[in-house]
T-cell receptor, first 112, second 112 residues
Framework: DAGITQSPRHKVTETGTPVTLRCHQT?????MYWYRQDPGHGLRLIHY???????DKGEVSDGYSVSRSKTEDFLLTLESATSSQTSVYFCAIGTYDTGELFFGEGSRLTVL | EDKVVQSPLSLVVHEGDTVTLNCSYEVTNFRSLLWYKQEKKAPTFLFMLTSSGIEKKSGRLSSILDKKELFSILNITATQTGDSAVYLCAVRSGGGADGLTFGKGTHLIIQP
C-alpha cells in the first residue's frame, strides 16, 4: 500500500459550484499527479507537482487549478464545476528514477 | 505530442486461454514503458520495461519491449477469471516529473 488517500471519495455537486479534491500521502514522495479517467479516453494528466509550491499543467488542465503547500498534500480545485468535469479523479505519487506511479483509490465526481 | 495506442480495446476469452495484449507508442525521448492492471479501483503496477528484448515475468504474466518497432506486448497464459480487468499501458518520456502518458486500455473479460 503506497500510503495515498483521496477525499472525498464520492461527491455530487451542481454546475457552477467550486469543488476541491484532496490527495494526502505519507510516503514523502516529491512528485504528485492528478489524472482524470473517462470512458473512451483512459487516464489523462491534469496537473502535476514536483515539489512544494512547484506545479505544472498537464494535457487537460483547463478549468482546474492545483496547490501544494506541504509535501504530503496536493489539492485539485474546480473553480466552477461543469458537467464535462464529471469523471473519476485519481491522485498518484511517483519516483523520479523509475517513473512508476502509485495511485490513490479515486474520487468519483458527478456534476449535475 | 506523445501517443500510446492499445489493442484490442476489449477482449473476451475463456478460462485457460492465452491472451496477448498490444501496446504501440510514439513518444519523444522514450524512458520506460509500464503496464498496469485496473480492477474497479486504482491501477496497480505490473511491469516496467526499459530495454528491448528482455522479458519480464511474474507468474503467468510476461511482457517484452521492442524499442526499434516501438511496441510492447503483455502475455497472460492459462487465464483465470481473476485476470478480468482493464490493462493499461503507459509510457514515460523526457526527463523530470511530467508523469506518464496512458493508452485507453484493453478491457479483458475471462469467462468461466
Amino acid at each position: 500500500d503506497a500510503g495515498i488517500t483521496q477525499s472525498p471519495r464520492h461527491k455530487v455537486t451542481e454546475t457552477g459550484t467550486p469543488v476541491t479534491l484532496r490527495c494526502h500521502q505519507t510516503e514523502n514522495h516529491r512528485y504528485m499527479y492528478w489524472y482524470r479517467q473517462d470512458p473512451g479516453h483512459g487516464l489523462r494528466l491534469i496537473h502535476y507537482s514536483y515539489g512544494v509550491k512547484d506545479t505544472d499543467k498537464g494535457e487537460v488542465s483547463d478549468g482546474y487549478s492545483v496547490s501544494r503547500s506541504k509535501t504530503e498534500d496536493f489539492l485539485l480545485t474546480l473553480e466552477s464545476a461543469t458537467s464535462s468535469q464529471t469523471s473519476v479523479y485519481f491522485c498518484a505519487i511517483g519516483t523520479y528514477d523509475t517513473g512508476e506511479l502509485f495511485f490513490g483509490e479515486g474520487s468519483r465526481l458527478t456534476v449535475l | 505530442e506523445d501517443k500510446v495506442v492499445q489493442s484490442p480495446l476489449s477482449l473476451v476469452v475463456h478460462e485457460g486461454d492465452t491472451v496477448t495484449l498490444n501496446c504501440s507508442y510514439e513518444v519523444t525521448n522514450f524512458r520506460s514503458l509500464l503496464w498496469y492492471k485496473q480492477e474497479k479501483k486504482a491501477p496497480t503496477f505490473l511491469f516496467m520495461l526499459t530495454s528491448s528484448g528482455i522479458e519480464k515475468k511474474s507468474g503467468r504474466l510476461s511482457s517484452i519491449l521492442d524499442k526499434k518497432e516501438l511496441f510492447s506486448i503483455l502475455n497472460i497464459t492459462a487465464t483465470q477469471t481473476g485476470d478480468s480487468a482493464v490493462y493499461l499501458c503507459a509510457v514515460r518520456s523526457g526527463g523530470g516529473a511530467d508523469g506518464l502518458t496512458f493508452g485507453k486500455g484493453t478491457h479483458l473479460i475471462i469467462q468461466p
